[in-house]
C-alpha cells in the first residue's frame, strides 16, 4: 500500500518539530534547576517544593516529541486506499466512426490527419462527461473497437492505438462505416437520442448514392448525423514506413499518391440524413460538433469520476491531539493528589471519542465478517447465498472494487447473467489493475455466455460486448491465452451466426468452451499483477489481428485503390 503526500514539502516538520521540542524542554530543565540551585541547598528546596516540581522531563519530552512527529505528518496530507468519486450527469448515446485509411496519414493537416482527428475526439470527450461513447474505426470495412460505455480510459486506450493496421481491408467505404454505427446504436434501448459522428478526409471509393441510402436509413431511426472533415483539397503525399526506412505511398503502376479531401461524400450523407456537415477549413471542430448536438435529448446517468486516493491526516492529528490533552492533564497533577471533579470532567470527552472510534472498530470487523461467511459460502458452490451475502455487505456501504467484483463473480457462478454483468461493469471502472483485469475478464465471460445461448439472430450485442471486454483484458496483460482463446470463441460464434463488424476469421472449433477466471471471492487478489508495456500490448492485439487476416483473404478496395 503506497502513501502520498498532498503537501511532500511539509513533511520534513515531522523530524523537525520533534528535535525542535526535545531541544527546548531540555533548555527549560536546565534553567528551571538552575533558579532552584540559587534558592539554597537542593534537600532544604526539594521539601520546599511541590512533589512533581523535580521530576525528570523525560517522559514529557516525548509524549510532545510523538505529537510533534504526528502533526509534521498531518499537515502534509498523507493520502492511501483508494475511494471513488461517483458524479451524475446527462447524456447521449453517440458513436464515433473514425476513418483509419491510410490517407489519413497525409500532412496536409499537421501533423497528418489522423492525428488531429484523435485530438478533436479527445476534446469533444471532454466536454461531454456524461455521453455514453461507442468507436467504429474504418477503412475498407468497419470495426467495433468498443461498444457505447461511459469508460472514459478504456475509449482513451483505443484511441491511443487507432491507426491504419487496426482495419483489416485497405480502401475507404462510408457507406459501411455508416451502417455499422446505426446497428451499433441500435443495439440497445435507451432515454436519450443517437447521435452518429462521421470523421474523414471523405476520399470513399463507392457510389455516392451508396452513401446517400445508409445516411437515410439512418436518420429514419432517428439517428442524427454529424460528419467532420479533415485535409486539404490541395492534398498531400502518405508517407509511409516499410521496414526501417521512410517512403511514400505508391499505387499498382508506381506513381506517388496524392491524397485529397472529397467534401462532397461528407456533405452528402449530412445533407441526407438532415445532419450537419462540418468543413474540414473550419477551425475548433469539437465545439461545434457539440453545438450540433446540444438540441438533444439526454438521459440521466450515474457515471464514475475515477478513484483517488483517500485523505489519512486524522489518523494522525487524532492521536496528537490526545498525547497534548494528555500532557496537560499529568502537568496540572501535584505530586500523587488524586484528580478533581474538573479532571474527571476533562477525560470524559476523551472517553467519549475512544468509545466511539471502537463502535466504528467493531461495524467494521462486521463487514469483514460478512465477507468472509460470503467468500466460505462460494467456495463451498453456493453461489446464490455468496452473493446475497456480497449484496447485503454492499447495502452496509462496502462499494471497493474487490466487493463488487465478488458480488458479480457470484452472480457469475449461478447463471444470473444479466445481473453479473451490470455489477462487473462497474467493478471494471476500478483503477486497481488486478481488480480491473480480473472484473474485465469475468465480464467477458458473461457477455460470451449470454452470446452462446441466445438465438442466432440475437447473439451479436452479447457477443460484441464480449469482443469489447476481452480487447481491454489483451491491452492490459497481451499474454493472457485463456482470453485470447474466449476472444476467437466470440468472434467464430459471431462469424457463423453472420453478425458483421467483429472482424477476421478463423477455423471452427467443434466443441469449443469458454475459458474462465479463476474467481477469487475473498477479496484477496493476492496474485502478483504482470506489469505489461501497453506499446507491447497493442502490438500483441494487433498481431492476434493479422493472424485472423492471413487466415481469411478478403477482396482488394475497388479500383485498386488500397489508401
Known sequence: MMMTFDYLWLLPLAVILPIAIVWLLARADRQRRARFARLGEPEIVQRLLPPNAMRSMR????????????????????????????????????????????????????????TRMKQEVRRLRAMSAGDRVGVIAFAGRSY???????????????????DPSVV??????????????????????????????????????????????????AAQQGISIVTVGFGTTA??????????????????????VVTQYHPEFLKAAADAARGTFIDASLSDKATRVRAALASLRRQQRVASAGETKTPRYQWFLFPAMLLLVLDTLLAERRGKRKPTAAVTAALTPAVTAASAAVLLFLAGCAAQTGSAAAARAFHAKQYSQAAAMYRKVIDQGDHTGPTLYNYGTSLLAGDSLTQATEVLDRAAESKDPEVRYRSLFNLGLAHLKRGLAAPQQQADE????ALAAYKKV??????????????????????????????????????????????????????????QLLGSAAREERDVQAKRQRQSRVEPPPGGKDW
Open 474 to 531: 489483451l491491452l492490459l496483460r497481451s499474454a493472457d491465452l485463456d482470453a485470447k482463446w474466449n476472444y476467437e470463441l466470440a468472434l467464430r460464434k459471431k462469424q457463423q451466426g453472420g453478425g458483421g463488424g467483429g472482424g477476421g476469421s478463423g477455423q471452427s472449433n467443434p466443441s469449443p468452451s469458454p475459458q474462465a477466471q479463476a474467481p477469487k471471492p475473498s477479496g484477496g487478489l493476492g496474485q502478483r499483477q504482470a506489469e
Open 59 to 114: 517522559w514529557r519530552a516525548a509524549r510532545l516529541a510523538t505529537a510533534g512527529a504526528l502533526v509534521g505528518i498531518g499537515i502534509s496530507g498523507p493520502r492511501w486506499g483508494t475511494e471513488q468519486t461517483i458524479i451524475r450527469a446527462r447524456g447521449i448515446d453517440m458513436v464515433f466512426a473514425l476513418d483509419a485509411s491510410l490517407s489519413m496519414l497525409a500532412t496536409d493537416d499537421k501533423p497528418n490527419r489522423l
Open 144 to 162: 467495433v473497437l468498443s461498444p457505447l460505455t461511459i469508460d472514459a480510459g478504456a475509449l482513451d486506450l483505443f484511441l491511443d492505438n487507432l
Open 462 to 465: 452479447p457477443l460484441d460486448a
Open 168 to 217: 483489416g481491408q485497405a480502401g475507404s467505404s462510408l457507406a459501411k462505416a455508416i451502417r455499422q454505427g446505426t446497428d451499433l446504436l441500435l443495439l440497445t434501448r435507451t432515454g436519450a437520442d443517437r447521435a452518429l459522428v462521421i470523421m474523414s478526409d471523405g476520399e470513399a471509393f463507392e457510389d455516392i448514392q451508396d452513401v446517400v441510402a445508409e445516411a437515410r436509413r
Open 235 to 256: 492534398g498531400s503525399t502518405i508517407p509511409i514506413k516499410e521496414g526501417n526506412t521512410n517512403t511514400l505511398k505508391r499505387d499498382d503502376s508506381g506513381q506517388i
